[in-house]
């Protein structure tokens, strides 16, 4: 079974509108961290922000917040005002903090800001 | 800053081929990784290694090996390329602290001809 599935593979937003990428994700774990991450086309991957299965708010950094919904495994990322510079692919990622640390990636988002 | 580097940023190898990729942190980390990244994919695990010496394969191992004899370098170790090793791999390295974010290489281009 799928740990992480990403279901859009890619999604337009206008420039300055919200968006939300969608991340739902399966553990049989209690403690476990979710991760989204930025891949412009230049390849390399930036941490935007982390979600501990504990923390009872959801996580927020400048224009990205996370919206942590436990019971339904989902764990959504909103991006607030839309830049150029936000077009890329967006990767959910979660890691069991009992299996050696591991982390299991989606499948990404493609992410496209129109002017 | 953290760093993790890698050794090619493109690379063209001939099927039959042995390929070496390096992957070197500078911030001391226990754990690293190497990923595989393709097209609708994403990012699959290929081995993760939590000390030196010590190795686990990931979700994909077939067809490649690993080796960190010291805990900054982590290589990646094809021993006889083929086509469908053709992709973008990803190193990476963290702690073990259970915030912390893996922290990744600029990426290797691999094309097997």
């Known amino acids: 079974a799928q740990k992480i599935t990403q279901t859009q593979p890619g999604m337009f937003v206008q420039e300055k509108e919200a968006v939300t990428l969608d991340c739902t994700y399966d553990t049989s774990d209690q403690s476990y961290g979710l991760f989204w991450y930025k891949q412009p086309s230049s390849g390399e991957m930036i941490f935007l922000i982390y979600?501990?299965?504990?923390?009872?708010q959801n996580a927020t950094e400048g224009r990205y917040s996370l919206n942590f919904q436990k019971a339904r495994k989902s764990a959504n990322l909103v991006i607030s005002a839309s830049q150029l510079g936000d077009s890329a692919m967006y990767f959910c990622?979660?890691?069991?903090?009992?299996?050696?640390?591991?982390?299991?990636f989606g499948s990404g988002t493609k992410l496209n800001v129109k002017p | 800053d953290v760093k993790v580097t890698q050794s090619s940023r493109y690379l063209v190898k001939r099927t039959g081929e042995k390929v070496f990729l390096e992957c070197v942190q500078d911030?001391?980390?226990?754990?690293m990784f190497w990923y595989r990244q393709d097209p609708g994919l994403g990012l699959r695990l290929i081995y993760f290694?939590?000390?030196?010496?010590?190795?686990e394969k990931g979700d994909i191992p077939e067809g490649y090996s690993v080796s960190r004899e010291k805990k900054e370098r982590f290589s990646l170790i094809l021993e006889s390329a083929s086509t469908n090793q053709t992709s973008m791999y990803l190193c990476?390295?963290?702690?073990?602290?259970?915030?912390?974010?893996?922290?990744f290489g600029p990426g290797t281009r691999l094309l097997v001809l």
């Open positions: 979600q501990g299965s504990y923390d009872e």
């Open positions: 290694s939590y000390d030196v010496k010590m190795k």
């Open positions: 911030m001391d980390h226990e754990n």
């Open positions: 990476a390295s963290q702690t073990g602290a259970e915030q912390e974010t893996q922290y």
């Open positions: 990622a979660m890691r069991e903090l009992y299996n050696f640390n591991k982390f299991y």
